[in-house]
């Protein structure tokens, strides 16, 4: 089975462009994450998503960015206009909120997309 | 809210020597428990859960424990070997509110030596 599927890998781009980060999820999963990953701050998480709806965005750091899922099997986070300060690894992952019969939790990444903003 | 708190790394070993990677939490209710494992260049994987207390979770020769009397969920392993060089996440599922969301620890790096 695929996994959690990010593009583009790596991006590069200049102050003041838009940004588009896109994943897809693994296939019946109902819960989509994204991730943010710095040096100085960790692992963030910035927006979560369940049956396509926003739950919980509080993490998104500016108006800048904004998250989409307009259907099950796709997502984007969007970065507008992208700033030096926005560059890090961001990270999708999906899951499902019961796993072996049971409420595990367990959620599985993409390999991430790092963005440098020049 | 609930949160985790992992010992600061890095954290550089001999191979063959034993491991421990301390991890506390604080949480309402009864969250399972996770380690991930990020190698570099990769995403965070699922290294090992355990769902309840007194639950031992076990892969790759590295094990945890859910002690809810401690609040703790410490990774071990007992010859760690250089491909084991990593970056080790601990995490609690969030279930407040009614939905599902991970809390991750700040991470520590691994660095095992030849």
């Known amino acids: 089975d695929a996994g959690v599927i990010q593009s583009p890998r790596h991006e590069v781009t200049e102050m003041g462009q838009e940004v588009t980060l896109r994943c897809k999820p693994i296939?019946?999963?109902?819960?989509l994450f994204w991730y943010r990953q710095t040096m100085m701050r960790g692992l963030e998480l910035l927006i979560y998503?369940?049956?396509?709806?926003?739950?919980?965005d509080s993490g998104m750091p500016e108006d800048r960015f904004s998250a989409k899922m307009p259907n099950a099997s796709f997502s984007t986070l969007k970065i507008q206009p992208s700033e030096p300060r926005d560059s890090a690894v961001y990270f999708c992952a999906s899951s499902l909120i019961f796993g072996d019969g049971a409420n595990t939790g367990e959620l599985f990444f993409g390999e991430g997309s790092r963005l440098t903003v020049l | 809210g609930d949160s985790v708190t992992q010992m600061e790394g890095p954290v550089t070993l001999s191979e063959e020597a034993f491991l421990t990677i301390n991890c506390t939490y604080t949480a309402t209710g009864y969250p399972s428990l996770f380690w991930y494992v990020q190698y570099p260049g990769e995403g965070l994987q699922l290294l090992l859960k355990a769902t309840k207390a007194d639950d031992k979770g076990s892969n790759k020769g590295f094990e945890a424990t859910y002690r809810k009397e401690t609040t703790s969920f410490h990774l071990e392993k007992g010859s760690v070997q250089v491909s084991d060089s990593a970056v080790y996440f601990c995490a609690l599922s969030d279930l407040s509110g009614g939905y599902n969301k991970l809390i991750f620890g700040a991470g520590t790096r691994l660095a095992v030596h030849p």
């Open positions: 296939s019946g999963h109902d819960y």
């Open positions: 998503f369940n049956n396509n709806v926003p739950i919980d």
